[in-house]
Nanobody, 115 residues
């Protein structure tokens, strides 16, 4: 069974940093695209960043230049380094992975940015 477990969320002041981690199991990690999505209260879930098996990254305009997605295939883990955090970054952040055309999601980790 595929399982994605996020960690690293918490409360941080505006301008601060957090690093989210997502540990995957039950999947051939190295061959998959992975990413992060987020959902703020009352809003739709939105895409944040993705990284392919080859290391190609893409970012939403709202986080470009502030967030960095990376992966460690040996640890089956994907990371999201978040710098210069803004109150509008407050959301539940979800880890995502695609394998054989099927999407899998973690349960989310809450990031709260105070002003």
């Amino acid at each position: 069974q595929v399982q994605l477990v996020e960690s690293g969320g918490g409360l941080v002041q505006a301008g601060g940093s957090l690093r989210l981690s997502c540990a995957a199991s039950g999947i051939i990690f190295s061959g998959n695209t992975m990413g992060w999505y987020r959902q703020a209260p009352g809003k739709q879930r939105e895409w944040v960043a993705t990284i392919t098996s080859g290391g190609r990254t893409n970012y939403a305009d709202s986080v470009k230049g502030r967030f960095t997605i990376s992966r460690d295939n040996a640890k089956s883990t994907v990371y999201l380094q978040m710098n210069s955090l803004k109150p509008e970054d407050t959301a539940v952040y979800y880890c995502w992975i695609s394998q054989y055309g099927i999407d899998y999601w973690g349960k989310g980790t809450l990031v709260t940015v105070s002003s």
